[in-house]
């Protein structure tokens, strides 16, 4: 019978990938029940805490395991980079996980079909948005209720702002436009000479559900959105009033 240390490095080395892996899972599969059993707003509370008691833990003995600084935590780890390379980086693993929700998408599409593939993307939007801004609440100390200023604030720090090319455009004190310029993945479809990717059910999702959780009077207006035809400055707009 094998055991670990029978194994080369090289056989070793795969198992760390797996040992992430499972990390992700079991917290997904505990945040899912916890929704199933909570609801939506008590299971990202509990996550807040699980992931505040937990993670300077798991962190503080990876660090030290790669022979880092005694005491070093994440937060401190990159205390000595410049403001380029921390945007480099955070750009980076914004598009790490555009990549990961691509592959889902293409291994359910594949799998079963496009429209299975877009229910549970539109599924995994109308909490993973929620998730998203409630969490760039709490990092800037956005106020409740904070209306179509903290809408806006709260649009510039989403991880899409870090990959794309996007605008708020004010018309008059009541009424804001939110444009995607540039949308890498609608572009990289561009280059290949595929066709527009109907993105628009998810994005009513995706952009209702984040501007109600910034603030619930705020209300959300598609201007338009793939499949819809777009102008050549935009690829979807969106139009948020206070109610």
């Not at 079963?112 to 877009?118: E, V």
């Not at 949308?183 to 066709?195: I, P, Y």
């Amino acid at each position: 019978m094998k055991k670990l240390a029978d194994l080369s490095p090289q056989e070793i080395a795969p198992l760390l990938e797996d040992a992430y892996r499972n990390i992700a899972s079991h917290s997904g599969l505990w945040f899912g029940n916890a929704c199933d059993e909570f609801g939506l707003e008590e299971a990202i509370r509990l996550d807040q805490l699980a992931w505040k008691a937990g993670f300077p833990i798991r962190s503080g003995r990876v660090l030290a395991t790669l022979g880092l600084k005694e005491g070093k935590s994440v937060s401190t780890l990159f205390s000595d980079w410049s403001k380029e390379q921390l945007i480099a980086m955070l750009e980076d693993l914004a598009k790490n996980w555009l990549a990961a929700d691509g592959a889902w998408f293409q291994a359910v599409e594949s799998s079963h079909s496009m429209a299975l593939a877009k229910k549970l993307n539109d599924a995994a939007w109308s909490k993973f948005t929620v998730i998203e801004a409630k969490r760039i609440m709490e990092r800037l100390q956005l106020p409740q209720d904070g209306g179509l200023l903290a809408l806006g604030q709260a649009l510039e720090f989403r991880l899409y702002a870090r990959i794309n090319k996007q605008e708020t455009l004010w018309q008059g004190k009541d009424k804001l436009v939110f444009r995607m310029n540039d949308c890498r993945v609608q572009s990289a479809r561009e280059r290949k000479g595929m066709a527009a990717y109907p993105c628009k059910s998810a994005g009513i999702v995706e952009y209702s559900y984040f501007a109600r959780t910034i603030d619930p009077r705020i209300q959300t207006r598609c201007i338009g959105c793939p499949p819809d035809p777009h102008p050549p400055e935009y690829y979807c707009a969106w139009e948020f009033q206070l109610g």
